[in-house]
């Protein structure tokens, strides 16, 4: 869980105090998000937890909230509405506007991400907006207690039972379903859309995310979450979310970067980058004039676990290196190469366990394993030329040979 966190309340569109949890990251927040939850879920659920850690592991604040009459709010379930979901999320943008700064994301999970692409065009500062496992159609909800759907017209209610707890459905909640045109809604957006939504979802089938991808304008993007079931509760897809949807949104915070630079420099073509962002101990944004990343230690080392430790940059730049090397030899030769894969380990060993180090090397060394698989309807003779070739790669010699590290004092910084 977050390391940071705050429990605040703020009034809903009902008038009801609604509980909510603000998870921060451990320095200056890059961006605010709010996240809606599933239909009759709630603040707490396992993918709105884990997807919000790994937002602020990113350095992003997220706000969850239960809507009213869910989880620890206040108010009765029977009078809301998919219009008050909506409402419910306007307020809470507005207390973080009041309070801290309004969203610039807006993340919402099955129902909640329908209400969300509602309630973001409501939202002015809103740029970003992604839904989860999202119904196409308010109405879709309705199918999780379709027995109950002729008791409710006739009689106005009925109490019915979903994930094994029971809840009150009035009719008015059926209309305001049926009033609602997500998809239209989609279409006059005017921000930027993410989908996910898992394949084999048996809860809210895959063509719906087809309905809004289709319905919305550009900038848009699809992320299909493979073997993912409705409510993520695999740790793994949970976090891949908070990863993807990070990145992605990065792209519409384009003032994100200056908070952690707050020089506002352009990188310089040629030129790597690498700067505190001040969230957590160790995190650091790597850029070139095109590109950024993170760069942190594990957990087990006292960072966030929010990038790349330094050797394992060490390792890509030589495994890539690696790769490029071995398919720029085979496309000259024409060679039937389908795929290269390098896997990287490095350690340090005692130099008299060193197989290939010279005799007069003491004490402990770096040692870098590189396992590399080729692809391809390929002759042993070829194989073995493509090994040969793997050890010519720039960043290889590099490692080997003499280097010179000049270090100097930037005298422009105090």
């Not at 290196?321 to 896997?343: E, F, G, H």
């Amino acid at each position: 869980m977050p390391k940071n966190f705050q429990k605040v309340t703020f009034s809903g569109s009902l008038g009801d105090d609604l509980a909510a949890r603000l998870d921060l990251p451990s320095g200056p927040p890059i961006a605010y998000a709010l996240f809606a939850h599933c239909f009759t879920c709630s603040k707490d659920i396992f993918a709105a937890a884990r997807i919000s850690e790994g937002l602020t592991r990113r350095g992003i604040a997220v706000l969850r909230f239960d809507f009213t009459g869910l989880g620890q709010s206040e108010g009765d379930f029977a009078n809301t509405n998919f219009s008050s979901n909506v409402d419910d999320l306007v307020k809470a943008a507005d207390f973080l506007r009041e309070n801290y700064e309004a969203p610039r994301i807006m993340i919402g999970h099955s129902l909640g991400g329908a209400a969300t692409v509602l309630a973001a065009r409501q939202v002015e500062e809103c740029v970003a907006v992604s839904t989860i496992g999202a119904p196409a159609s308010a109405v879709h909800v309705t199918k999780g207690f379709a027995a109950d759907l002729d008791q409710i017209k006739e009689e106005g209610a009925s109490e019915v039972t979903l994930a094994g707890r029971k809840f009150t459905i009035q009719k008015q909640f059926i209309d305001d379903l049926e009033a609602t045109n997500v998809a239209e809604a989609a279409s006059n957006l005017r921000r930027a859309l993410l989908v996910f939504h898992a394949p084999f979802d048996e809860t809210v089938g895959i063509e719906n995310a087809g309905e809004l991808f289709s319905a919305a304008k550009h900038p848009k993007s699809f992320v299909s979450l493979d073997q993912a079931d409705h409510l993520v509760s695999k740790k793994a897809d949970a976090v891949y979310v908070a990863d993807v949807l990070s990145s992605w949104a990065s792209k519409y915070l384009p003032d994100a970067v200056q908070r952690t630079d707050n020089q506002g420099v352009k990188v310089e073509d040629g030129v790597v980058r690498v700067r505190e962002t001040r969230n957590g101990k160790f995190q650091q944004i790597v850029e070139t004039d095109r590109l950024q990343s993170y760069a942190d230690e594990p957990l087990s080392f006292g960072g966030d676990d929010t990038g790349f430790s330094p050797y394992e940059l060490l390792s890509a730049a030589l495994g890539a290196c690696t790769s490029m090397t071995i398919r720029m030899y085979a496309d000259q030769k024409k060679w039937p190469l389908d795929r290269v894969t390098v896997q990287l380990g490095h350690d340090k060993i005692h130099a008299e366990d060193c197989v290939n180090c010279e005799d007069d090397v003491k004490g402990k060394i770096d040692e870098i394993r590189k396992l590399i698989s080729i692809e391809g309807d390929l002759t042993p003779e070829q194989r073995e030329r493509l090994l040969q070739i793997a050890d010519k790669c720039p960043v290889h010699k590099t490692l080997h040979a003499p280097v010179s590290i000049v270090t100097t004092l930037d005298p422009n910084t105090q």
